[in-house]
Each structure stands twice: as C-alpha cells, then as structure tokens.
C-alpha cells in the first residue's frame, strides 16, 4: 500500500516569502501524486496534482509541485506567500489503478504579515 | 454543476450512542469514499465503494461501523455503539472513473462533524 509523509506540522513565513512544504510518498506502483488545501471547518479543494505528465505541475493560487522520483518527493512551493494562503495543506497519493488515495498527516500553514 | 452533499453538518451524542451520516456524490461518479479525519490529523481512508461495490474497507472498525451504497449512488455511513474516539469530521469524497482510466482527482463534500460526549 502506498504512504505519504509530510515533514513538519508547521511552517510559519512571512508575507511575500517563499512557501516550501515538503511531501515524500512511498508506492509500489507508479503513483498519482495531490495537494489538497483545507480552509477551516470546510472541505479539502485540490490544489494540483500529478498524473505521470510533466513532472513540474502548476496549479491554482500560484503553487506548484515538482515530482522527483529519484527522490520519491513531491514538494510545494509557491514564490510569494499571501495572508490568504494560511490553511492546512495535505499530500495525498494514489493508485492510479483502483484510485485508492492516502493522505499525509498535514502541514499547518501560518503566514505572518 | 452539484458538489458533493453531506449531511448533517454537526452531530452531538453520548457515547454508546448511534448516529449515521449520509452522503449524496457527484452525479456520474462511481467511485465514493467515506474518511475519517480526526482534529489534528490527516484524513484517514475507512471505506471505498466502485460503484455499489467495496473495494477496500480494511481501516473500517467493523465492530461498530457501517456503509453502504444500495444503488451506487448515495451512501450511509453509521456508528453503533459511538465510541468517545469516534469524535472526528466524517469526510465523503467521489471520484469520475472512465473506461478503465481515471482521472485521480477525488472531490470532497464540506464533512460531517461528530462530538461524542
């Protein structure tokens, strides 16, 4: 079965600096890679996701991810923080096979003005 | 087009209590899920339907948890006896799957919140 592990619970940036959250996945089978952002007392939204395309994938609010399978990571950055970007962001992978998707434990954003 | 509904939204009970959730996904989705996620945690996989079909239910404590999916559309979820661990937001989740491929992408429903007092 596939795992995902997600270094650091927290992560505290100030306005306009860079955002890195990092995300190892472990799978047996090639897997599909997400983030999911979750604002409070609401549901997971995607953020982005690899699907075995391109390696670098872009997704909403300026984030992106870069699939490194020599490294089994699947960090997310984005250049600039925003005030906006304080939530809770997981890593997910998944079977491609049976779509039977995994989440990491989190990774509480704070952005400090 | 309708995301995915839950309901309720909150849920208060004693423990040894019971109480079900239900889901109604995306139309056209086959694949539906229920997770677990417990405050400070990750949302943790309990049961996986393919159309009215389980395809992985290993996390669920079936001691006391249920679901099903009839007529693989909308699902129920239940707990009886509730446990004070049970205390967690029930997320339900779909997912489009197309001839044999699909897409990976799962959408949530906003989630059922649980206090077992």
């Known amino acids: 079965a596939q795992s995902v592990t997600q270094l650091g619970s927290h992560v505290s940036v100030s306005e306009g600096a860079l955002v890195l959250l990092r995300c190892n996945y472990s799978s047996s089978v090639p897997p599909y890679l997400f983030w999911y952002v979750q604002y409070p007392n609401q549901g997971l939204q995607l953020l982005l996701k690899?699907?075995?395309?391109?390696?670098l994938v872009k997704g909403i609010n300026g984030f992106e991810a870069e699939f490194k399978k020599s490294e089994t990571s699947f960090h997310l950055t984005k250049p600039s923080a925003h005030m906006s970007d304080a939530a809770e962001y997981f890593c997910a992978v998944s079977d491609p096979l049976n779509n039977d998707m995994r989440f990491g434990a989190g990774t509480r954003l704070t952005v400090k003005p | 087009e309708a995301g995915v509904a839950q309901s309720p939204r909150y849920k208060i009970i004693e423990k040894r209590q019971s109480v079900a959730f239900w889901c109604n996904p995306i139309?056209?989705?086959?694949?539906l899920y229920w997770y677990q996620q417990i405050l400070g945690q990750g949302p943790k996989l309990l049961i996986q339907?393919?159309?009215?079909?389980?395809?992985?239910d290993s996390q669920l404590p079936k001691d006391r948890f249920s679901a099903e999916r009839l007529k693989g559309v909308d699902s129920t979820l239940k707990i009886q006896p509730a446990k004070l661990e049970d205390s967690a937001v029930y997320l339900c989740?779909?997912?489009?799957?197309?001839?044999?491929?699909?897409?990976?992408?799962?959408?949530f429903g906003e989630g059922s919140r649980l206090t077992v007092l």
């Open positions: 690899y699907t075995s395309a391109a390696t």
């Open positions: 989740a779909s997912s489009l799957v197309a001839g044999g491929a699909n897409t990976g992408e799962l959408f």
């Open positions: 339907f393919q159309n009215n079909g389980v395809v992985d």
């Open positions: 139309s056209g989705h086959a694949t």
